[in-house]
């Protein structure tokens, strides 16, 4: 896995939030007469320092760097930098003022109201300093956003298919058990005959609505965990076997699994035993 190397200003960790795990972040008095210092994240420092212990040690750059040979003088908290699926990668941070680079910059705006409203003002402070220099403007959220648009669509699609998959079975198992009510008429007429209760008669349909969702969430659940490896690339922030999800999703079958059922089994309840018997 490739190091990424990054030329930074200082209070650049306190401005994303970043906590600063071990030594200290870099001040203005890292400067291009001061010793050369770098900054690493924590898997930089497992990978490449025992026991993670970098503050002290020294790393050593390609020519095309100004300075060769840094002391690391702090250790940040992990952070994602390109793709949010990707693994975690080495990152060790410069200090801009001992190795400047031509290029364009980034200045980072940390603010608590909406990023759109300072927007004129950190323009006429860019402009402050050279004012042909071209300003263009994004926020985190909108950084984010991008690198989500597929997996947004994908969830969206899911979703869609997911409930279309779900109304589809609600519809099923209304007909199954709206044929099953018509097809046992009479013995639900004979029960009523005799004087049984309204409960005893919508529980003799809803359980066998009962049973079917059952049997298929237990179907269900080991097929998904047998298939689960499959899609594990498109999951984020969640496992394949998450409790919570398939506690989730079993909730909702039943739910709608009932609903379902409701309407066939309170027509049930109203059977007239006289007309089931004359219909038997």
């Not at 309204?198 to 965990?225: D, F, N, P």
Request: proline share 6%; charged share 20%; aromatic share 8%.
């Amino acid at each position: 896995m490739e190091t990424f190397f990054n030329r930074i200003s200082p209070d650049y960790f306190r401005t994303l939030g970043t906590p600063v795990l071990r030594g200290r972040e870099f001040t203005e008095r890292d400067t291009g007469t001061s010793p050369a210092v770098a900054i690493v994240n924590e898997t930089f420092a497992r990978k490449f320092f025992a026991n993670g212990e970098a503050l002290g040690r020294f790393i050593s750059l390609p020519p095309i760097y100004k300075t060769r040979r840094m002391e690391i003088v702090g250790v940040v908290a992990d952070s994602k930098y390109r793709d949010l699926r990707a693994p975690i990668p080495y990152s060790a941070y410069f200090a801009l003022a001992q190795d400047p680079a031509s290029g364009s910059r980034s200045v980072l705006v940390r603010t608590n109201g909406s990023p759109a409203a300072i927007s004129p003002a950190v323009r006429r402070a860019v402009h402050s300093f050279h004012p042909g220099i071209p300003v263009s403007m994004r926020s985190l959220s909108d950084e984010l956003d991008d690198t989500l648009t597929y997996d947004r669509l994908l969830a969206m699609l899911s979703g869609f298919l997911g409930a279309a998959a779900l109304g589809l079975a609600s519809i099923g198992l209304y007909g199954i058990l709206s044929y099953t009510v018509t097809r046992r008429t009479s013995e639900i007429g004979v029960r009523v005959a005799p004087g049984a209760s309204y409960g005893s008669v919508l529980w003799l349909v809803m359980k066998q609505s009962v049973a079917l969702v059952l049997i298929g969430m237990a179907i269900g659940c080991a097929v998904a965990l047998a298939l689960s490896r499959h899609v594990e690339s498109l999951l984020f922030g969640v496992k394949p076997a998450d409790p919570g999800t398939i506690a989730m999703a079993s909730i909702v079958l039943v739910i709608i699994t009932m609903l379902a059922a409701w309407i066939p089994a309170r027509r049930a309840t109203r059977v007239d035993p006289v007309q089931a018997l004359r219909y038997e």
